[in-house]
């Protein structure tokens, strides 16, 4: 079970941290992915990690303002979002991958999703 918290409205160039608890029957070692989907759009890949913290990935959109990082001690994931901007407003979804690295931008690889976080910029 995965369930993401953090998201807020802020303004334009605000930073927030989504965080991702995950619990009950994953197994031992799982990557853990973040999506984001905006109203009338698909849910698109923001980025990923191994469960060693080693493999990061991010799309072009984030690359350079957020940061994924994870605290096993804790089944914590998180997603440090920097210089927000309004086209970053959306529902952000944590999500487990059937595999990984394989295909990790692609929201069909993933087979266990908690439930979205809203993440509102103003411009």
């Known amino acids: 079970q995965l369930q993401a918290s953090g998201g807020g409205l802020v303004q334009t160039g605000d930073s927030l941290r989504l965080s991702c608890a995950a619990s009950?029957?994953?197994?031992?070692?799982?990557?853990v992915g973040w999506f984001r989907q905006a109203p009338g759009k698909e849910r698109t890949f923001v980025a990923a990690i191994s469960y060693s913290g080693l493999s990061t990935f991010y799309s072009d959109p984030v690359k350079g303002r957020a940061t994924i990082s994870r605290d096993n001690t804790k089944n914590m994931i998180y997603l440090q979002m920097n210089s927000l901007k309004p086209e970053d407003t959306a529902a952000y979804y944590c999500?487990?991958?059937?595999?990984?690295?394989?295909?990790?931008?692609?929201?069909?690889?993933?087979?266990?999703w908690g439930q979205g976080t809203q993440v509102t910029v103003s411009s």
């Open positions: 999500a487990v991958p059937k595999t990984f690295p394989h295909n990790v931008r692609s929201p069909r690889e993933y087979d266990y």
């Open positions: 009950g029957s994953l197994s031992s070692n799982y990557a």
